[in-house]
């Protein structure tokens, strides 16, 4: 396996800093009702710009690059509210879609983005995304890393990752596990060969307090994996994540 090449400490400090704040404290009738705005905003822009009978993935892309350049995927998780256009963060501005919604007006709750280190078609993709108290975004993974929770949540579930390139991959659930935000061994970006993945994979289940039960087979046979992350506690500003790790192959 092989890291892009950085120090380690540069990427220690960079998954810190994207990780700031994913986690929102809602207090407040006010920003409640803010956040369930949002909330229908993102319902209507799925109703806009995807249509399940459609041709491929039955998403708009050139309605939503139309609407936000930096829009290269959505994710749907089938059995969940989690169905979100997903942007690209930038080396130059990191943080932009943690306080920025889809259109790129400031919005706390922000949008679903990618790491700026990694991209949508590539081998292993980081996705950060809010969890609020009051529902939206992430929120229904945000405890997961408990086997009794990610069996509700996620045990008949399936991701579908779709990006204007490769079209729609299936995956399924791996794995979840609460980490600090400066866990380095999720920070994988590109490896040598499946193989490597493989082992990749298998080091994140042993590190896991939740899987899923077909995850043996689900990593044997992955050449993809996305994995969603959120703030892991009810308060905002603390230092702990839930990562949810899919797997699939093209």
Request: with cysteine; glycine share 8%.
């Amino acid at each position: 396996m092989s890291k892009r090449r950085s120090s380690r400490l540069n990427v220690i400090i960079a998954f810190v800093i994207t990780a700031l704040g994913i986690g929102l404290a809602i207090a407040g009738g006010s920003t409640i009702a803010k956040d369930v705005i949002t909330v229908r905003r993102y319902a209507t822009a799925s109703n806009t710009f995807t249509t399940p009978d459609g041709d491929g993935d039955g998403i708009d892309w050139d309605g939503l690059k139309a609407t936000n350049e930096d829009v290269v995927a959505w994710v749907k998780i089938i059995g969940t509210e989690v169905d979100f256009p997903v942007c690209q963060a930038s080396d130059d501005d990191p943080e932009f879609y943690l306080h920025h919604d889809l259109w790129k007006n400031y919005e706390f709750t922000g949008c679903p983005y990618i790491d700026h280190r990694c991209t949508a078609d590539g081998p292993h993709v980081l996705v950060f995304g809010h969890h609020m108290n009051s529902g939206g975004m992430f929120s229904e993974l945000f405890h997961c890393f408990e086997q009794e929770e990610f069996d509700r949540v996620l045990g008949s579930a399936t991701l579908i990752w779709s990006t204007p390139d490769a079209g729609p991959i299936t995956m399924r659930p791996v794995c979840a596990l609460e980490v600090d935000q400066t866990y380095e061994d999720i920070q994988w970006f590109e490896f040598d060969n499946v193989s490597k993945m493989e082992e990749w994979l298998a080091q994140m289940d042993q590190d896991a307090s939740a899987h899923a039960e077909d995850r043996e087979d689900t990593i044997r046979t992955a050449d993809r994996v996305v994995t969603l992350v959120t703030c892991s506690s009810l308060i905002g500003g603390q230092r702990t994540r839930a990562l949810v790790v899919f797997a699939g192959s093209l």
